[in-house]
């Protein structure tokens, strides 16, 4: 089954872990498609801390914003264009930066939720 979501039907609730970061479902485990594919928010100088999934991948794309990943051991810059692919069970974290928000594109696979 395809999905096609309108900009106008994108919703944004908190997110169920982080405190001031948003996230907006566009596919997970609801659709059986073996993603899960979301956009998150973080407000200015909110940091998603370093974790890993055991079983899932994260694509993860800078829609907006400035700020740093955590990439093989270290904080990086990322912001707007930038892109990151984690494999299962590497460490991976996201801080926003002191300039505004940020928003990523997200991809699990398989999804988390």
């Known amino acids: 089954m ?3 979501i309108r900009k106008k039907d994108i919703k944004f609730q908190p997110h169920p872990k982080f405190k001031g970061v948003s996230i907006a479902m566009l596919a997970g485990e609801a659709e059986n498609l073996g993603v899960g594919v979301s956009i998150l928010e ?3 100088g909110v940091e998603i801390p370093v974790h890993t999934h055991d079983e899932s991948l994260d694509s ?3 829609l ?4 740093k990943i955590y990439h093989q051991g270290n904080w990086k810059p990322f912001g707007q ?3 990151c692919l984690v494999p299962p069970g590497q ?4 801080k926003s930066g002191d300039q505004g928000k940020m928003r990523l594109f997200i991809v699990h696979s398989p999804p988390l939720f």
């Open 2 to 4: 395809a999905i096609l």
């Open 42 to 44: 973080l407000s200015q």
């Open 60 to 62: 993860i794309y800078c």
């Open 64 to 67: 907006a914003g400035e700020g």
């Open 81 to 83: 264009g930038d892109y």
């Open 91 to 94: 460490e991976h974290g996201v």
